[in-house]
């Protein structure tokens, strides 16, 4: 939870001047078992890729030991979650609602890490046949948000974290966004968001010139 909260967490909120995943998540996490999860799937990813802070005793974070840290401990914790992601249609609690949108986003990062391990052809020996495609999951979210919006900062958070990380996997993978984005919920940094819906379709804009090139 620590190594989410320090190193983790402004990857989350570097456009969210409330800092919502730094400051709001970790609490809810207490009581969201789904959410706690997540942030231990996308922290023990990222711990076991970097090896300065692999020992001969195992992971070791600020001077505390993990010797429970496997590298398939990330697997586990995700595969745990992917139940009550299944099940959100059903969540009638907005308050669980907004946890499991911070989840899903949580786990989309540990996603894209898997994706970017196989291209480097890192770490042949990590369990990458469990891993999951969030895209649908994703979209049943999003979706549901702009059908029936929260009123929950957290939720609006997780909305833009959404669309930020579509748009990325679209630029870095030179395709389109596979998402529709119509409802733009009030937040903190306007602006900022604006930029990123811009590039957006900027991205759309050029694939489908290139497509109506090719077809010509």
């Known amino acids: 939870m620590r190594y989410f ?16 995943f730094q400051l ?8 969201c078992s789904t959410l706690k999860l997540a942030i231990f799937a996308v ?4 711990l076991d890729r970097l090896p300065k802070y692999k020992t001969s005793h195992g992971i070791v974070y600020c001077g505390q030991s993990l010797p429970d840290l496997k590298k398939s401990s990330a697997l586990e914790y995700m595969l745990k979650c992917i139940p009550d992601l299944i099940r959100f249609p059903e969540i009638q609690d907005p308050d ?10 949580i786990l989309r990062q540990y996603e894209e890490m898997d ?4 291209e480097g052809d890192i770490d042949r020996d990590y369990h990458t046949d469990g891993r999951v495609n969030f895209l649908a999951i ?15 900062s957290l939720a609006n958070a997780a909305y833009w974290i959404t669309v930020r ?3 990325y996997y679209a630029l870095t993978r030179e395709t389109v966004p596979h998402l529709q984005f119509d409802w733009q919920p009030n937040h903190p940094n306007p602006v900022a968001n604006n930029v990123i819906l811009f590039a957006g379709g900027g991205r759309s804009m050029a694939v489908g010139q290139a497509n109506t090139r090719g077809l010509g």
């Not at 994703?138 to 929950?152: E, F, N, V, Y």
């Open 43 to 46: 922290a023990a990813r990222h």
């Open 138 to 152: 994703t979209k049943t979210i999003i979706d549901s948000m702009i059908a029936s919006p929260l009123d929950q």
């Open 96 to 105: 669980h609602q907004a946890n499991i949108m911070a989840a899903t986003v």
């Open 115 to 118: 994706e970017e391990m196989d």
């Open 5 to 20: 909260i320090e190193e983790l967490s402004p990857w989350f909120d570097h456009c969210d001047d409330r800092r919502h």
């Open 24 to 31: 709001e998540v970790p609490r809810r996490a207490q009581y």
């Open 165 to 167: 990380q579509e748009i």
